[in-house]
Every structure is written in structure tokens, then in C-alpha cells.
């Protein structure tokens, strides 16, 4: 069964920081790129950075960057997103996704969670004082 499971949210004081993971099982991340998105409640889900099959290629959402940042390890089939310098306005709950890349689309990643196929149950991030 192909599955993407988050971990790593919790509650977190302002300007502080979490690493989320996405671990995969049932298949290899080595072909895929991965997207995490976010969302608040009333709110419509949002992209906040995504990477590349090979880790060459990164986005990120405006509202995020310079505090968060994406990465992968192949080998141990994961994507992490650390996230520093949290804000209230980044309470929600964050997924990610993977969308299968080509030969055409091996360097790119988007933000837009309309080309993501597999999805995780999501993680919990709420930062409060």
C-alpha cells in the first residue's frame, strides 16, 4: 500500500521552530517530487514549498521564505521541512504530497496542489503563546 505519513507538528511558542517529516512507504520517493501545503481552518489549502525528484529544484510559498526550508534523503525515503521563526498565522495542519515526475518534469516542483497524486493524513502545527 502506498502511503505518505507526516510527523513532527505540535504546539510551539512563537519564533519557534519544528522539523516535519514525511516518510514514505510502499514505494520509493526517488521519482517523486514533494510538495508540502498547509491548511487553516475556514482557509483553502496552500502550497508552502515543494522539491524536486532529485533535490535540485526548490520552491517556496512568499509568506514562508527565509524561514522555511525543504529537503530530502533518498536513502532513508524522506522529505523534511524545517520551519523557523514560527507565527500564529502558520498554525495549521500541514501535508505533503507526491506527484510522479518524467523525463519533462524531473527538475521541476509545484506549488499548486493540483499535479499531487498521494497525500498524507496531515500534522498538526499551532503556534500559540
Known amino acids: 500500500q502506498l502511503q505518505l505519513v507526516e510527523s513532527g507538528g505540535g504546539l510551539v511558542q512563537p519564533g519557534g521552530s519544528l522539523r516535519l517529516s514525511c516518510a514514505a512507504s510502499?514505494?520509493?520517493?526517488?521519482?517523486?517530487?514533494i510538495g508540502w501545503f498547509r491548511q487553516a481552518p475556514g482557509k483553502e489549502r496552500e502550497g508552502v514549498s515543494c522539491?524536486?525528484?532529485?533535490?535540485?529544484?526548490?520552491n517556496y510559498a512568499d509568506s514562508v521564505k527565509g524561514r522555511f526550508t525543504i529537503s530530502r534523503d533518498n536513502a532513508k525515503n524522506t522529505v523534511y521541512l524545517q520551519i523557523n521563526s514560527l507565527k500564529p498565522e502558520d498554525t495549521a495542519v500541514y501535508y505533503c504530497?507526491?506527484?510522479?515526475?518524467?523525463?519533462?518534469?524531473?527538475?521541476?516542483?509545484?506549488?499548486?496542489?493540483?499535479?499531487?497524486?498521494?497525500w498524507g493524513q496531515g500534522t498538526q502545527v499551532t503556534v500559540s503563546s
Open positions: 510502499g514505494f520509493t520517493l526517488d521519482y517523486y517530487a
Open positions: 504530497a507526491s506527484r510522479l515526475s518524467t523525463p519533462l518534469l524531473f527538475r521541476i516542483c509545484e506549488l499548486s496542489p493540483t499535479p499531487y497524486g498521494s
Open positions: 522539491i524536486s525528484m532529485k533535490g535540485d529544484t526548490t
